[in-house]
């Protein structure tokens, strides 16, 4: 298993993956801001028309974890913070492949991010996840904390219903806590 900051060749690359893990996800009901069944297009136009400028100009850092020359999970940090907000950056999009979930990928990914942030003199992540869905111990593990909960935030991606978000952080250097 390797995990890396993708380049824009990488990325193009693993570009088809990505779409695949995407709509796996969705459709499997997480809550990564999209409603099922989320086709193959509308997937194609995220990952292409959103992310790949952000990638492109550097506002964005994209993670891959590639197995056997496959992409098999990602993560996304972003950098474009406000100015008042030098310090932060934002874990987005953290997906792996329903078929190489438990394996300690997601692990990898949130241990590359976080490295990825200290590089750029992030020390305050944040971000947010459907509140007791899977990812939300997930990242207790990891040692975030919670900051709120927001209730009726979001749209279930299967189902009429809505779910309150967690949002969560981690100082991820003790020196500047």
Do not use: C
């Not at 992310?51 to 496959?70: H, M, N, Q, T, Y």
Request: hydrophobic residues 40%; without cysteine; charged residues 25%.
């Amino acid at each position: 298993m390797q995990i890396f900051r993708a380049t824009l060749d990488q990325f193009d690359q693993h570009f088809d993956e990505l779409v695949e893990i995407l709509q796996l996800t969705v459709n499997n009901g997480a809550a990564v801001g999209f409603i099922a069944p989320l086709s193959a297009e509308r997937a194609r136009q995220f990952w292409r028309q959103n992310i790949r400028p952000e990638i492109e100009s550097g506002g964005r850092a994209l993670f891959l974890a590639v197995e056997d020359g496959k992409a098999v999970g990602t993560a996304q940090l972003i950098l474009a913070m406000p100015d008042n907000q030098p310090h932060r950056g934002e874990v987005a999009k953290m997906m792996v492949h329903p078929d190489h979930r438990r394996k300690g990928i997601a692990n990898q990914l949130i241990a590359q991010l976080e490295e990825e942030a200290r590089t750029h003199y992030r020390w305050q992540i944040t971000l947010d996840t459907r509140t007791g869905g899977g990812a939300e111990p997930f990242y207790h593990r990891m040692g975030y904390k919670v900051a709120g909960i927001i209730p009726n935030y979001g749209k279930n991606a299967t189902d009429e219903n809505f779910h309150a978000t967690t949002y969560m952080y981690k100082t991820i250097n003790e020196a500047r806590a």
